[in-house]
T-cell receptor, first 112, second 112 residues
């Protein structure tokens, strides 16, 4: 089982749609969670951190369920500019694992 | 520009040659990560440093790969005897103590 698994995608949605991405992680010791966005042929950039209580940033809402080892990202009122690949990222603190583990990413295409 | 800087941006090399990439992290960040990314995949972890200490290496990092961060500032990634399978985007990221990581624009390696 991969350490971080995401919906395979691609997601093709019309402007204004609501879209949700899911991610599961295998290491229960994971401490920090993030969603990154990556545009074609560009570097990944932080979209938002994910907190235990859930958090919202404008049209974006992130949720974490530690018991199920599950992370989600909800995008409301999709814009054309939201088209990108969304990467789920998990960080282990302490021990021998301090690195960031990325999922394969889910590609989103928002159409007019 | 105070972001993560990578050099060169593009490198074309013949199979069997050695290549070296450089990464200059954000100055106050003590963690530095190297990742490799191929088309359609998320970034794959290669190695990371905390200051000058290399704390973890992926098994993807074969004997032909070596990374250094001699003074805890910039880092180099060297690939010896390059193979066509080494063709990828090599991404460097830095973070303050395992928190949010910021990526450079990457070095795109093509082995011909």
């Amino acid at each position: 089982r991969k350490e971080v698994e995401q919906d395979p995608g691609p997601f093709n949605v019309p402007e204004g749609a609501t879209v949700a991405f899911n991610c599961t992680y295998s290491n229960s010791a994971s401490q920090s969670f993030f969603w990154y966005r990556q545009d074609c042929r560009k570097e990944p950039k932080l979209l938002m951190s994910v907190y235990s209580s859930g958090n919202e940033d404008g049209r974006f809402t992130a949720q974490l369920n530690r018991a199920s080892q599950y992370i989600s990202l909800l995008i409301r009122d999709s814009k054309l500019s939201d088209s990108a690949t969304y990467l789920c990222v998990v960080n282990h603190y302490g021990g021998s694992q301090g690195n960031l583990i990325f999922g394969k990413g889910t590609k989103l295409s928002v159409k007019p | 520009d105070t972001g993560v800087s990578q050099d060169p941006r593009h490198k074309i090399t013949k199979r069997g040659q050695n290549v070296t990439f450089r990464c200059d992290p954000i100055s106050e960040h003590n963690r530095l990560y190297w990742y490799r990314q191929t088309l359609g995949q998320g970034p794959e972890f290669l190695t990371y440093f905390q200051n000058e200490a290399q704390l973890e290496k992926s098994r993807l990092l074969s004997d032909r790969f070596s990374a250094e961060r001699p003074k805890g500032s910039f880092s180099t990634l060297e690939i010896q005897r390059t193979e066509q399978g080494d063709s990828a985007m090599y991404l460097c990221a830095s973070s303050p103590e395992g928190r949010v990581a910021f990526f450079g624009q990457g070095t795109r390696l093509t082995v011909v």
